[in-house]
């Protein structure tokens, strides 16, 4: 049977097959079918394709017999290879969790004294992704994203509350996430050129987990740079160090 998976490595794209098949890397064959390293500007981009023929349980896919068509369908994960265009955004709600989420979010930015429509940009499994549209997008994302980050924690919370812990809510307004992580990507390369010269470590800002495990992916095929979390709290720190001068 063949997949397809995509990542920013070749090393991301191995890891995700081998936990979304439930296989051992020796169980299949990898096959590159594309790999992009596009520069300081752009994301790394490899594309794989497995051949196995050990049984696997992938959800959402029924093996059809015909190995050509046995690539699953992309379940899109926002900023990484594979996501949706925000342009193929999905407009209106399906079910009733999604009405209720996007009538969260409205009621509680106009609570906040701001006008603005909330529709779902993205689903996937245990993910679901919300856009919102407003004339005061720059006070709703804040700095850094802190007031952007402070409204998706209150809307996972509520979602924990209608019996979906394990839904991971996602709000973005102005492509601020996808512009974010391209910011923090180039952060990285730079900070890694810095670090490779002065053989020393850099402490970054305070960031948030998924800014932090960013930089952690973005490093980790780096073979003399590393990278550590220090602090505690939300807002921890990530120093990016070179290999023997921990």
């Not at 995700?16 to 051992?24: I, K, N, P």
């Not at 299949?28 to 696997?56: A, M, N």
């Not at 429509?117 to 996937?124: D, H, I």
Request: charged share 30%; glycine share 6%; with cysteine.
């Amino acid at each position: 049977m063949i997949y397809e998976f995509e990542g920013r490595t070749q090393k991301e794209a191995i890891d995700r097959a081998t936990e979304e098949l439930g296989l051992e890397k020796d169980d299949f064959d990898v096959e590159i079918l594309e790999t992009q390293r596009q520069g300081f500007f752009k994301k790394s981009h490899v594309r794989i394709r497995v051949h196995t023929e050990k049984p696997v349980k992938l959800a959402g896919y029924s093996p059809s017999g015909d190995e050509d068509n046995e690539v699953p369908p992309s379940r899109p994960v926002f900023g990484d290879p594979g996501s949706l265009p925000l342009s193929s955004a999905f407009a209106g709600a399906q079910n009733e969790f999604e009405e209720k989420m996007t009538t969260f979010v409205t009621e509680l930015i106009e609570h906040m004294g701001y006008s603005c429509k909330v529709s779902v940009l993205f689903r996937e499994r245990a993910k679901l992704g919300l856009k919102i549209d407003s004339e005061h997008s720059s006070i709703l994302i804040g700095k850094k994203g802190k007031n952007l980050d402070a409204l998706q924690l209150l809307a996972n919370i509520y979602a924990g509350r209608q019996g979906h812990e394990d839904m991971r809510i996602i709000l973005d307004s102005e492509n601020y996430r996808i512009r974010r992580e391209e910011s923090l990507v180039r952060l990285a390369y730079s900070v890694a050129d810095r670090v490779r010269e002065s053989r020393s470590s850099i402490l970054l800002e305070p960031m948030n987990p998924f800014d932090r495990r960013l930089i952690h992916t973005t490093l980790n095929d780096i073979a003399d740079v590393e990278t550590l979390s220090e602090g505690e709290g939300l807002y921890k720190q990530v120093r990016v160090f070179f290999r023997g001068a921990k």
